[in-house]
Nanobody, 126 residues
Framework: VQLQASGGGLVQAGGSLRLSCAAS????????MGWFRQAPGKEREFAAA????????SYADSVKGRFTISRDNAKNTVYLQMTGLKPEDTAVYYC????????????????????WGQGTLVTVSS
């Protein structure tokens, strides 16, 4: 599976962006999908994840209530709608795909994901 993230850019604090991640291949629906982010000088951290069907989502506390993850299996695409953006949301955002057992509590674990996109930069100005 190859993943291509897009939609990053420069936005003012309080603004919104929608990230997209397009996957190649016809097996997209068998993968759980996640968004992670990495700020300069920091470790890559979990932001959001979604189950294969889209029925279960998980969010980091730092983005809960502001970010929404969704997927369209017909288009092989996962989205991250970001609202109420803050300067601390500035980071390179990566999408990832993995085969994760639902209910395992591993949606937020980097090592649970097999495939990673190249990242898209989000910069939030104050």
């Amino acid at each position: 599976v190859q993943l291509q993230a897009s939609g990053g850019g420069l936005v003012q604090a309080g603004g919104s962006l929608r990230l997209s991640c397009a996957a190649s291949g016809r097996t997209f629906s068998i993968y759980n999908m996640g968004w992670f982010r990495q700020a300069p000088g920091k470790e890559r951290e979990f932001a959001a994840a979604i189950s294969r069907s889209g029925g279960v989502t998980s969010y980091a506390d730092s983005v809960k209530g502001r970010f929404t993850i969704s997927r369209d299996n017909a288009k092989n695409t996962v989205y991250l709608q970001m609202t109420g953006l803050k300067p601390e949301d500035t980071a390179v955002y990566y999408c990832a795909a993995g085969r994760i057992l639902d209910g395992s509590g591993r949606y937020s674990v980097k090592d649970a994901y097999i495939y990673w996109g190249q990242g898209t930069l989000v910069t939030v100005s104050s």
